[in-house]
């Protein structure tokens, strides 16, 4: 699902995108300058690898997602310590941030629950 930087204003804008057993659901709002905030709830099952045995499991996910999206290059200020995702095309991919959230999550190390138990 992508949204239109252009068509995003004080008015929340909800969305909602699902991907297997992954929910991702939240809202999108005009902050300041070209930034978009994205408030959102990552829920629900990915498959991981075990950080321990390698062994794939199913790894429960509920987080709270916030960062700003950028139409543009963000310049940054030294004093402020944002989370700042840059589109050049205007536009919010959401399927594309769904990905790179999950793979965030499981760059952490995880246990599978024969290793938790060990």
Do not use: Q, W
């Amino acid at each position: 699902m992508k949204i239109k930087l252009i068509k995003i204003g004080k008015t929340p804008i909800d969305f909602e995108v699902k991907s297997d057993e992954i929910t991702f659901k939240g809202y999108l709002e005009y902050d300041s300058g070209k930034l978009i905030l994205l408030r959102a709830n990552l829920s629900g099952f990915t498959l991981c690898e075990c950080s321990r045995c390698g062994e794939e499991f199913k790894l429960k996910v509920d987080e709270k997602i916030e960062f700003f999206i950028c139409d543009g290059v963000f310049d940054s200020d030294a004093s402020m310590d944002l989370d700042v995702v840059e589109s050049f095309d205007s536009t919010a991919d959401l399927d594309e941030l769904l990905i790179s959230e999950l793979e965030l999550i499981k760059s952490d190390y995880h246990s599978c629950e024969n290793c938790k138990t060990e």
